[in-house]
Each structure stands twice: as structure tokens, then as C-alpha cells.
């Protein structure tokens, strides 16, 4: 079958004069387009932006282009592009020159990129609101709701931005100003404004280039002062993307009344804290937030360690390890709602004091913390923090001697698990938990006293050098509250504290059982220590409501008895104690001691009815001889010791009904927090 292909196509000479001919049409189309007048375009150009993007665009004095094979660089002298009518500001940007670069292949795709932007002396205006609606959004509606462009590289050799998201609660103004002789930080900036209803100020420094978004750059660096309210966060380091502070890494130093006043800006549920100093280095690599090396203070504590906030997952997640050399007893208020003490408000130089405990007083003079869970934090994120105390100090009441715990949040349910805490040369360990995917919140305590040393607990006792036994005993409560004060107010469970054999003051016995003959012979003869054959205080918890179950005082010398309530509701008591004495004894005055009131304002004293019975018979022997009144003080010692064994059984375990119930609950903590 003969070629059907024509001969000219054959010919050994015409592919070359053809891709001549094609090189020669490109070079002079790209000669054509070299030294095209572009300024005569300038009018066409602004009015098919104007149209396409729904508001005012115009290149006020010069054009002009240059042509590479990727992408153009547009400059000009002098522009002006309006921002949508509802927006604050009348242009988003109006500059007296500048140029940027533009990758024309993408806007076939309907994508604006631009690699560089070059701006002298702007005016931005930025505005976005709550519907989405953004005046940095073009389209032919000039809603602000269609294409955002992206920026890579911005420079600017001075001029103003006001940034407004009613939405955000933020009204930012922004001023610049370029000086070459400042080195690699030339570019100064000074923001003023408002955030979340907070003032703000800034000021700082940063390279004459800045990346908004990738651009295969190096890190530019940054330098800022930034104060909020009474937050100042300093920083120093290289970014390098600005939009997501992607690549940051800068050694900062923080300071502020409350770290948990941080997570409306930073998504992060951190604790309520006394002020605190903290300094590290922060980076931040894609979704994933690290502080490195952290150290500081919280109020009168020092702490340090490393933190992980990870954003890339469905929940955020919080992860770090925290150690502290010496803790504070009064730092920890806040973290169970308690307002801190003057001396953790003033420890932080250069943070004013918030309100302390003295200045916070609750009406009704209920002390227990009444502050609400925030379920947003808790559902906010999880998180997996452990911490650890080496020492602990300023405990008064109560000698702690170290602490650790585990903190985890999971789906909205927050564990303390292993809780360990040194007290008394004993331990407090257990765990708590909080779920708080219902409301009220389900909180339940499950705490183990192990081998506290009684002498420790009661350092009025510890001072008469006497010698006690170890204390054992559990802390089981389980309810339904938002706060500490609502939650102990409706828990139900049980609380016992027993020990065996030890030694005890006969001295403080005396006192406590009113016997006036043998603290005569004692202040005479000197003070000695009688055995301790066992004690045991135990309680039923109802509803908010401590009834006591056991509460024995056992000695060689005095069996105290005590029963009563304790109301977690009403924070208020009424509790009488019995004295039996097992000697006989002159000028004793013995009658019941009753301890009532409220927590804020306990009252301590005797009851009046027997004590007068007493007064009256001493008066009336006293008519017939003044020898005679000493016989209504005698006591003849009709106390028998305490069946120990029987009282520390019934101390070990609640009675039925609500309180078993409550506290077999308690014990229940799953294992993984859910």
C-alpha cells in the first residue's frame, strides 16, 4: 500500500526550520510582552477586578509586569482596594507602592497565590465576623465570602493595620516603622487594642521579610512584649510561618495571675493558679505545641518540666511531666476553688495580687470551696500529666511531707490516679475521679490513710514530747455536685480514722476531762504519759450528713465517747463529747464538752445543765460548811475500759443503706479513666 504521508513532512530539512519558526514566534511574543507599554492595561485591569470582586480596585499612578515562565511580578505606584461596604475600615489595603509576585498557571483553577508581596507605607484594614464573612474574601457579591488568597512572603517598610472580629472579641490597631540600622530584627511593630474584653499592648521586632504561609524559606525572627490584662508574655526566637506560627522556636518568659485565665486564647484547660513566673523554650511543628525546660514559679512554689499539647487529633491532647523541689500548701487554694492566701497572691514580683482568701470572705462564713466546674474546659480536651512534690511546706494543720499524681482527662472525665501523699511520716493514697460528661458532675473520692503517726498530726501534742501510735483509716465518698461544697453537701459514704496502743499526755487528758485535782498534782509533780489502749472516729455519710458511728478515745486514765453530727450542707456541727474517768480525782468538774457552731465559727465548750447541777450542789454544802462544796467535785472514776476490739471492728466498716452504698461506689474508679 503506497505512504500516505505527505513528502514536505519527510523531508530532511523541515522539523528544523519548523522549530525555528516556533522558537522565533515565542521569542517574539516573549519580546512582545518584555517591553509591552503594561501601564496602558492599568484602566482594563482595574475595572475587571472592580467587577470580579464586587468593590473598588484601582492602580492609581503606574503599571508595570515582568514575565517569568512560572509566574509575573506586578508592580505599581499607588493603590487602593475598598473592603466591602460592612466593614469598618474603607480599604483593605492602600499603599503609595509596592509589588507582588503572582503564579498565573493557578488562576486558570480559580486560586490566587502570591509568593511575595511588597507594600510601601500600608493601610490595611482586616475584618472578619461571625457568619464567616472576611474583607480579605473576594468575590463578584462583595460579601466577603469567596476566594482567600495565599500569601507567602510579605515585606514592609512601615504603616498601619487595624484588625477587627467583633466575633473574637478583638479590636487590634498595629503601627510599623523600618530602619535598616537595626540590624536583622529592622522592622518594629506597636499593637493597642483590645482581646476578650482585656486591654492589650505589644511591641517588638522582626525581620524585614515575613513568611504568612510556607514558602520554602528560612525561619525570619521575631521578638515581642506582649501584655494582656495582667499577662506579659516575652519571647525571642525565628517563626516560620506567621498565619500558624508553624516552625516557631523562641525561649519565652510568662507571667500573670492565673494560668487557668490562659485558655481562652490558648484552647488549653489549664489549672486555676496563684500569679506565676514561668520561662522555657516553645516550639511549634505543624498541629504539635512543646515546651521544653520549663521552669518558675507558682506563687510561693517552684515547679519545672516538659509539656506536649497535640492539636492534630479529634480531642486536643495535654501531656507532660511536672516536678516540683518545694510546694507551698498555700499555692493549692485555687485548685479546689479557693481563692490563695496574701502570702501566694504577693510571691510573683511584677504581677498585682488578685483577691485573696482574706479578702473574699463568703456570706453565711461557709469556708468550702463553692467554685463551679467549668464543663467546657474538661470537655475541651484530654490529657495526661503527672507531677510530683519533693518536699512540702508550710502544711500548719496538717504535715504533709511529700506528693505525687497522675492527671488524666479522657472524654470529659478527669481521674487523679495514683494519688500519693506523704503525711506525717505516713501516706494518704487513693485516687479521685470526676465525670463530668454529666450534670451535676459524678465525683467520687477513695482515699487509704496508712500509718500516720499521731504525734505529727497534733503538734500541740508533739510539743508535750509524747509518743503515739500510727493511724490508719479511709476517706469513701461518692455524689453528684459542680463543686466541692455542693458535691460534699449530697455525698453519702464513709470516714474512719482508728489506731491501737500508744502513749498520751495525761497532762492534755486532765484539761480535756476538767479535772482540777490532778492538774495540781501534775503542775506539782510533773507531766507523764498514760497508754493509749486504742481510738477509733468513724462516721456514716448521708446525704451531706456526717453521723457518727464510732468515736472512742481510749486510755489507761479517761474513755472519751463522743456522738454527734456533722452537716457538709449547712457547714455546721454539734458534736458532745463524753469524759469517763477511770481514777478517782477532787476538783474535778466533769461534764460533757460540746463543739457546735459553724465551720467558719466552730464554738467549743461545756454543757451548762450538769456543770450547774455541780454549781449548785458546792453552794448549797458550802452553807452548811465551805469544806463541805469540795464534795460536789469529787469524781469516784466509774469509767471501764472500751472493749477495743468491738470498737475498732465497727470503725472499719459503715453501716447499711446509704452509706455502704455510697461508699462501695467510691471504690469503684475504672481503670482507664472512662
Not at 494560668?259 to 511549634?284: D, E, H, M, V, W
Request: glycine letters at 10%; proline letters at 6%.
Amino acid at each position: 500500500m503506497p505512504s500516505t504521508t505527505p513528502a514536505f513532512l519527510s523531508h530532511p530539512g523541515f522539523w528544523k526550520r519548523f522549530a525555528a519558526v516556533v522558537v522565533g514566534l515565542l521569542v517574539a511574543i516573549w519580546l512582545l510582552l518584555a517591553f509591552f507599554p503594561w501601564d496602558l492595561l492599568r484602566e482594563p485591569i482595574n475595572r475587571y477586578v472592580s467587577e470580579r470582586t464586587g468593590r473598588k480596585f484601582e492602580i492609581t499612578r503606574k503599571l508595570d509586569v515582568k514575565l517569568g515562565l512560572r509566574q509575573a511580578t506586578v508592580m505599581f505606584d499607588g493603590i487602593e482596594f475598598a473592603n466591602p461596604g460592612w466593614a469598618r475600615e474603607p480599604y483593605l489595603v492602600r499603599a503609595q507602592g509596592g509589588e507582588f509576585d503572582i503564579r498565573f498557571w493557578q488562576l486558570i483553577a480559580n486560586r490566587v497565590v502570591l509568593p511575595r508581596v511588597k507594600l510601601d507605607s500600608p493601610a490595611i484594614g482586616l475584618q472578619m465576623e461571625e457568619d464567616g464573612r472576611r474583607t480579605w474574601a473576594f468575590d463578584t457579591e462583595g460579601d466577603g465570602s469567596g476566594t482567600v488568597p495565599t500569601i507567602g512572603l510579605i515585606q514592609v517598610d512601615g504603616g498601619t493595620l487595624d484588625f477587627l472580629a467583633p466575633a473574637k472579641q478583638m479590636d487590634l490597631q498595629a503601627a510599623f516603622s523600618f530602619d535598616s540600622s537595626r540590624g536583622d530584627m529592622p522592622l518594629d511593630f506597636e499593637i493597642k487594642g483590645r482581646t476578650r474584653g482585656q486591654p492589650l499592648s505589644a511591641k517588638g521586632r522582626t525581620g524585614n521579610v515575613m513568611q504568612l504561609t510556607s514558602a520554602g524559606q528560612p525561619p525570619f525572627p521575631l521578638e515581642i512584649d506582649l501584655k494582656v490584662a495582667q499577662t506579659r508574655l516575652q519571647a525571642k526566637g525565628t517563626v516560620a510561618e506567621l498565619t500558624e506560627l508553624d516552625g516557631l522556636d523562641a525561649q519565652f518568659d510568662i507571667r500573670g495571675p492565673n494560668l487557668g485565665r490562659l485558655y481562652p486564647a490558648l484552647g488549653i484547660a489549664l489549672p486555676q493558679t496563684p500569679p506565676y513566673a514561668l520561662s522555657g523554650n516553645l516550639r511549634k511543628n505543624a498541629a504539635l505545641w512543646e515546651v521544653r525546660g520549663m521552669k518558675g514559679r507558682l506563687g510561693l512554689s517552684d515547679i519545672g518540666g516538659d509539656m506536649q499539647f497535640d492539636k492534630s487529633q479529634k480531642i486536643p491532647h495535654l501531656g507532660g511531666t511536672l516536678k516540683s523541689k518545694v510546694m507551698d500548701m498555700d499555692d493549692l487554694g485555687p485548685l479546689i476553688g479557693l481563692p490563695p492566701t496574701e502570702r501566694s497572691a504577693n510571691a510573683v514580683e511584677g504581677v498585682a495580687p488578685p483577691p485573696t482568701i482574706e479578702q473574699a470572705k463568703r456570706p453565711g462564713g461557709k469556708v468550702l470551696p463553692d467554685a463551679t466546674l467549668d464543663f467546657e474546659r474538661l470537655r475541651a480536651m484530654n490529657a495526661d500529666v503527672s507531677y510530683t512534690a519533693e518536699r512540702i511546706k508550710n502544711v500548719r494543720e496538717l504535715p504533709l511531707d511529700r506528693g505525687s499524681v497522675q492527671v488524666k482527662l479522657k472524654d470529659g472525665v478527669l481521674t487523679l490516679d495514683p494519688l500519693d501523699l506523704g503525711v506525717a511520716s505516713g501516706k494518704i493514697a487513693g485516687a479521685i475521679r470526676i465525670d463530668a460528661t454529666q450534670n451535676p458532675a459524678d465525683i467520687r473520692a477513695a482515699l487509704e490513710v496508712r500509718a500516720m503517726q499521731l504525734n505529727r498530726l497534733i503538734p500541740k501534742v508533739e510539743t508535750l514530747k509524747t509518743s503515739f501510735g500510727k493511724l490508719d483509716g479511709r476517706i469513701h465518698l461518692s455524689g453528684r455536685g459542680n463543686s466541692v461544697a455542693t458535691w460534699l453537701g449530697n455525698a453519702s459514704g464513709d470516714v474512719a480514722a482508728i489506731t491501737g496502743r500508744g502513749q498520751f499526755s495525761n497532762l492534755l487528758l486532765e484539761f480535756l476531762g476538767l479535772d482540777g485535782g490532778e492538774i495540781i498534782k501534775f503542775l506539782l509533780e510533773g507531766d507523764h504519759n498514760v497508754e493509749l489502749r486504742c481510738a477509733a472516729l468513724a462516721f456514716d455519710v448521708e446525704k451531706g450528713v456526717m453521723k457518727s458511728r464510732s468515736v472512742v478515745f481510749d486510755t489507761t486514765d479517761t474513755v472519751f465517747n463522743a456522738t454527734g453530727n456533722v452537716n457538709l450542707g449547712s457547714e455546721s456541727m454539734d458534736i458532745v463529747i463524753r469524759q469517763q474517768p477511770k481514777d478517782m480525782s477532787i476538783l474535778a468538774l466533769r461534764t460533757p464538752l460540746r463543739v457546735h457552731g459553724t465551720f467558719g465559727s466552730p464554738k467549743a465548750g461545756v454543757e451548762a445543765a450538769p456543770l450547774a447541777a455541780r454549781g449548785a450542789a458546792a453552794v448549797a454544802l458550802a452553807a452548811i460548811n465551805p469544806l463541805l462544796a469540795l464534795a460536789a467535785t469529787i469524781e469516784t472514776g466509774p469509767g471501764k475500759d472500751a472493749d477495743c476490739a468491738a470498737v475498732l471492728a465497727e470503725a472499719r466498716k459503715p453501716s447499711a443503706g446509704a452509706a455502704a452504698a455510697g461508699a462501695a461506689k467510691a471504690r469503684q474508679q475504672p481503670a482507664n479513666g472512662g
